[in-house]
């Protein structure tokens, strides 16, 4: 059974930053990608990054790039989310999830038809 742990959500403070790890099993970790999307409270759930199979190819939304670096640890079946300068509008439950595809879509990743299986989510919340 494919199965995906978000954690790493805390408080934190306005720019400050937080490490989130997802931790997945049950399928052939390095053949697919993983996205990170995040939803907050009466918004809809939008893409963050997506990292390609290997780790070589990443992509972010525009509201976070140059603030959060996406990778992977193909052996321990990890992919983290390293988020700095975090600022208040950050503030949401952030879920990973697996394409099932190796690559990320330069125009498709963000969508969230584009994955098939998601984790609980853990909740970010950054502070004025």
């Known amino acids: 059974e494919v199965q995906l742990q978000a954690s790493g959500g805390g408080l934190v403070r306005s720019g400050g930053s937080r490490r989130l790890s997802c931790a997945a099993s049950g399928f052939t970790f390095a053949g697919f990608a993983i996205g990170w999307f995040r939803q907050a409270p009466g918004k809809d759930r939008e893409g963050v990054s997506c990292?390609?199979?290997?780790?070589?190819?990443?992509y972010y939304s525009s509201f976070v790039r140059g603030r959060f670096t996406i990778s992977r640890d193909n052996e321990k079946n990890i992919v983290s989310l390293r988020m700095n300068n975090l600022k208040p509008e950050d503030t949401a439950v952030y879920y990973c999830?697996?394409?099932?595809?190796?690559?990320?879509?330069?125009?498709?990743?963000?969508?969230?038809?584009?994955?098939?299986?998601w984790g609980q989510g853990t909740q970010v919340t950054v502070s004025s």
């Open positions: 999830a697996v394409r099932l595809v190796a690559d990320c879509s330069p125009t498709e990743w963000p969508q969230r038809t584009q994955y098939g299986y």
């Open positions: 990292i390609s199979g290997t780790g070589h190819s990443t």
